[in-house]
């Protein structure tokens, strides 16, 4: 593609949840990878940085640019599987949801998914989203290649051969270039059985370690009154008292013949994998997520319920735990660490900011690390402090956009 075949209509976009807006001065969907390439070229030709915009489901500015902003939902699809190596490749804009059958037909799942499957891998990958299972690794974790177009318009690809450029490319937050292809550690297919129960905070305060290490995925959502479970459209009976309940989330593995063993009763499902994993949410809301090491998770968890319960009983949302495994990724809230993942939301609309605001104090004494997707409190003294690596990030990023084309003004100050 020449440069002038590039769409300069001026374009507003907006994340899933409402708070993040910018209308770019290019907006380009390109077909494929040459596309790319020229869309890219063009940009730096014009002095625009360059943003990507995945499926606009992060809380945080990370996709907002008043230059280029890219769409690759034109390049999806599996592009190979390998079931010898566990392993499986896909163009940049296909969404987790689209590897579910492909993968299963060649006997490979996901090794974990999250609370949704709408967004595409390469913005799932770049901040880091995670289930939960404290031996099961985000996304980002399973990254093996990435193949990008970098701050000079050139393709490069990074794989195992160089552990330190792979590592900062697994959590990127879109700073290194756009993302081309991706190749994931996956796993071998597996059914899973579904576990749904409502139990008071005490049964899970009191059984916390067991349930932890007992099953393959364990998360629950805290709530603070009774009204607390529609605000995450969470089912539950219309008898069931639910303030300062959990409504408790159980998957495992589990073997099944199909088509007599796969079971379709509500909270009790027993399926493929990738027919368990949630599909989406429909009501929007402003969601913050920490990770504290899983060895502070119920301290941690247990001071945020207090906080709820005695200095900010107006918020309604529930606490959502969960956990995931330790990685090596520069920027992952997981370095080197397990983590309990805590999550709070605020009420579009509404002045949640004091609320976060205490949230993100409590959390500090833990050195919680942000999900990159989800509101946060971050600054570069903040980063510096609390990722052992940010610097050997700082010098990858350098490497492939010397000049900061793929920076926005929220990353510049952070990762500039
Ligand atoms: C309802 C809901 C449920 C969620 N559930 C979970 C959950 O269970 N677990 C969890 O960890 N998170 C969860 N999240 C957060 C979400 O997974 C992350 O914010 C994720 O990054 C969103 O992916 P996306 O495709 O929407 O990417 P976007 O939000 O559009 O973009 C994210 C980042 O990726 C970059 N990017 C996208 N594509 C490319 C590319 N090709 N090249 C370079 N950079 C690129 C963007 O520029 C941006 O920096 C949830 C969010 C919502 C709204």
């Keep these: 593609m020449s440069s002038t075949d590039l769409p300069t209509t001026d374009r507003i976009w907006t994340n899933w949840a409402g708070n993040q807006t910018c209308t770019a001065a290019v907006f380009a969907q390109p077909r494929d990878e040459d596309e790319v390439i020229a869309a890219v070229r063009h940009a730096i030709g014009r002095g625009l940085n360059v943003r990507v915009a995945g499926a606009g489901h992060s809380f945080t500015p990370v996709v907002t640019t008043g230059g280029m902003l890219l769409d690759l939902t034109r390049l999806t699809g599996i592009t190979a599987t390998d079931p010898t190596r566990l392993r499986a490749s896909a163009l940049a804009g296909t969404t987790v949801g689209d590897f579910g059958p492909p993968l299963w037909e060649a006997g490979l799942s996901l090794t974990n998914q999250g609370d949704i499957d709408k967004q595409v891998i390469a913005g799932a990958i770049a901040t880091g989203t995670h289930g939960s299972g404290i031996d ?20 490069v690809e990074i794989d195992e051969s160089d552990p330190r450029r792979l590592r900062a490319a697994q959590v990127a937050i879109g700073a290194l270039g756009v993302v081309l292809e991706v190749e994931l550690a996956v796993s071998p297919a597996y059914h899973l059985t579904e576990e749904i129960s409502y139990r008071p905070w005490q049964e899970i305060a009191e059984a916390w370690d067991e349930l932890i290490a007992r099953h393959r995925h364990f998360s629950f959502f805290w709530c603070p009154g009774d009204e607390s479970v529609d605000l995450y459209q969470l089912p539950a009976p219309p008898d069931q008292p639910m303030a300062d309940h959990c409504y408790v989330k159980i998957y495992d593995e589990v073997e099944v013949a199909e088509p007599d063993g796969i079971v379709s009763t509500v909270g009790h499902r027993v399926d493929r994998a990738y027919r368990i994993y949630p599909g989406g949410y429909d009501t929007p809301f402003h969601e913050m997520e920490y990770m504290v090491p899983a060895e502070h998770g119920f301290t941690a968890v247990s001071a945020i319920r207090e906080l709820m319960r005695t200095e900010h009983p107006d918020q309604r949302y529930p606490i959502e735990v969960r956990w995931t495994a330790a990685d090596e990724a520069y920027l992952s809230p997981n370095h080197r660490r397990a983590t309990t993942v805590i999550s709070v939301s605020g009420e579009p609309g509404t002045d949640y900011w004091p609320f976060l605001r205490a949230v993100d104090e409590r959390l500090r004494e833990f050195r919680a690390r942000p999900h990159w997707g989800k509101l946060h409190f971050m ?27 793929f920076l926005n003004d929220h990353l510049r100050p952070l990762l500039g």
């Excluded at 690794?137 to 393709?155: C, I, K, M, Q």
């Excluded at 610097?391 to 000049?403: A, M, N, S, Y």
Aim: aromatic share 8%; no cysteine; charged share 35%.
């Design 136 to 155: 099961l690794p985000s996304f980002s974790a399973a990254l093996r290649r990435v193949r990008l177009v970098d701050g000079s318009g050139e393709v």
């Design 379 to 405: 600054t570069r003294e903040r980063m510096t402090e609390l990722f052992d690596e940010f610097g050997t990030f700082l010098d990858v990023r350098r490497e492939l956009d010397p000049d900061g084309t």
